[in-house]
């Protein structure tokens, strides 16, 4: 297998070639990669998606907050509403955005999550792997595809880019993950490999400028909140692409654009709280609270 797989271009054209998926390149790049049988692979993968419904399953029930107190019930008040009163887009959006809370929700407790790619971005991935898996009735071994092809995205996106906040914002955090979801879920749904990487683009490109702004220095306010948004331009991103909407711009040159962006964004707004919604005045009464900071 050849291990010079680092753009998006050189994925679609080994797909092409072999007339392959992205899940069935990426495992067969990651079992020569690290010397161990596909089946491996694909046992691990399992154990994430197994860890993620853990995740929402617990992060559903509990209304535990964090050790801040600014966070940690949010969950709770979305399923009371829409037990209520039905989300206006129904079923499957209910799911994504509870789900990607309670994960998100899970991580500021301390609880266990999968960074997919890190943990202030990991609600969203699972929210739209599983909700749609659900209400759709998709086998588990179609769900660790999609999770494989998600992984997949990810290790590309990483080639050029650190998924970091503090090297690039978070467009490298939570707008990696919406990519990596928005392909995830078009793999889910049956996409070929070129509608699964136009919807990496159009989410990335969607997204890129996205600061990482943490207020009192934790991965609470506004990070977790950005999970359900962010797993819902994942969606629109997969419906579009789906649909035979295309991006303009290739999902290559889009990485390269975000890597530009985040080299131009301040350190201020590069995981410091130096900038944005961190130098907020409220925020800066937040921390004076939490942290008794002159």
């Known amino acids: 297998m050849d291990k010079s797989i680092n753009t ?3 994925l679609l054209a080994e797909c092409n070639a072999r007339r ?7 495992q067969a790049y990651e079992s020569d990669w690290c010397e161990v049988p596909v089946n491996l692979v694909r046992k691990c993968a399992t154990e994430s998606l197994h860890a993620m419904k853990e995740a929402i399953k617990t992060g559903l029930q509990s209304t535990e907050m964090s050790m801040s107190g600014m966070c940690g019930n949010d969950c709770d008040k979305l399923q009371k509403r ?3 009163r039905p989300a206006v887009f129904g079923k499957t959006f209910e799911k994504i955005t509870t789900y990607a809370l309670a994960t998100s929700e899970e991580n500021i407790r301390m609880g266990k999550i999968v960074a997919c790619p890190t943990a202030g971005s990991c609600g969203i991935v699972p929210s739209v792997i599983i909700a749609v898996a659900e209400d759709f009735n998709i086998s588990e071994e179609r769900q660790v595809n999609a999770l494989i092809t998600a992984g997949e995205i990810g290790r590309i996106i990483s080639a050029k880019v650190a998924l970091a906040g503090a090297v690039a914002g978070c467009q490298a955090e939570c707008g990696a993950a919406a990519a990596m979801a928005a392909g995830a879920v078009t793999q889910l749904l049956g996409g070929p490999p070129q509608q699964v990487l136009n919807a990496v683009a159009l ?3 969607n997204i890129l400028g996205l600061t990482c702004d943490p207020v009192c220095g934790l991965v609470e306010v506004p990070c977790f909140k950005r999970n359900p948004f962010m797993a819902i331009i994942a969606m629109t991103a997969s419906e579009l692409a789906m649909s035979g909407v295309e991006s303009k711009i290739p999902i290559d040159e889009v990485v390269d654009a975000m890597d530009q962006t985040g080299q131009l964004m301040s350190p201020a707004l590069k995981e410091s709280s130096l900038g944005g919604l961190a130098r907020t005045k409220t925020a800066i009464q937040l921390q004076h609270k939490l942290f008794d900071c002159k």
């Open 8 to 10: 998006f271009e050189q």
């Open 20 to 26: 392959k998926r992205i899940w069935q390149i990426a």
């Open 82 to 84: 829409f037990a209520q």
């Open 203 to 205: 989410a990335l490109k």
